[in-house]
């Protein structure tokens, strides 16, 4: 088990354009959160995932941003139209929901630069 | 409305010593409540929880106290070491094994010198 995966780790962009994020959780976890992070501040919950249903989304997320998750495996975080308020650090966690604590692991993250 | 708070967003130790570092929640269906130690370029690590049935929970050199009345729970690294320097954030949930979303403060960087 090598953890959780996220690609690319770097993302620099123009603004108006479209990107895509990959995450890749813990093989086992059934569930999959993502989460934004700018400078000075802690991760802000974006949406999260038990399997392949998403089962809450923050109003954070516009309607710029899509999730999807559609084997219940790996997840994909796709924001279009980008602005350059949209520049962060994007967090992908797993967790195995029903054990003990339901611990979220994070992944190195996305960062995105948004021009 | 920033409902978990961390409000020193540095602190600094001397190696051997106690640090403490503290977080301040304002939500009281939080029942869960964690803490992770995140290193640059990495990702949050967790590091120890605690249910708000206890008041403590003791993992090696990090214990930490809750205390309910006061909204208010603090993490405890004795004796401090150089690699604990890193951020350390405090996170709060409703629930626990079927929990979705955490809450998390902005941060208290640690800093312990040789």
């Known amino acids: 088990d090598t953890g959780v995966s996220q690609n690319p780790r770097h993302k620099i962009t123009k603004r108006g354009q479209n990107v895509t994020f990959r995450c890749d959780p813990i093989s086992e976890h059934n569930r999959l959160y993502w989460y934004r992070q700018t400078l000075g501040q802690g991760p802000e919950f974006l949406t999260y995932f038990q399997n392949e249903a998403q089962l809450e989304k923050s109003r954070l997320l516009s309607d710029r941003f899509s999730a999807e998750r559609p084997k219940g495996s790996f997840s994909t975080l796709e924001i279009q139209r980008t602005e350059q308020g949209d520049s962060a650090m994007y967090l992908c966690a797993s967790s195995l929901a029903g054990t003990g604590g339901n611990i979220q692991y994070f992944g190195a993250g996305t960062r995105l630069s948004v021009l | 409305d920033q409902q978990v708070k961390q409000n020193s967003p540095s602190l600094s130790v001397q190696e051997g010593r106690i640090s403490i570092l503290n977080c301040d929640y304002t939500n009281s269906m939080f029942d869960y409540f964690l803490w992770y130690k995140k290193y640059p370029a990495e990702g949050p690590t967790f590091l120890i929880s605690i249910s708000s049935i206890k008041d403590k929970n003791e993992d090696g050199r990090f214990t930490v106290f809750l205390n309910k009345s006061a909204k208010h729970l603090s993490l405890h690294i004795v004796p401090s070491q150089p690699g604990d320097s890193a951020v350390y954030f405090c996170?709060?949930?409703?629930?626990?094994?079927?929990?979705?979303?955490?809450?998390f403060g902005d941060g208290t960087t640690l800093t312990v010198k040789p």
């Open positions: 996170a709060a949930r409703v629930g626990t094994t079927n929990a979705g979303k955490s809450t």
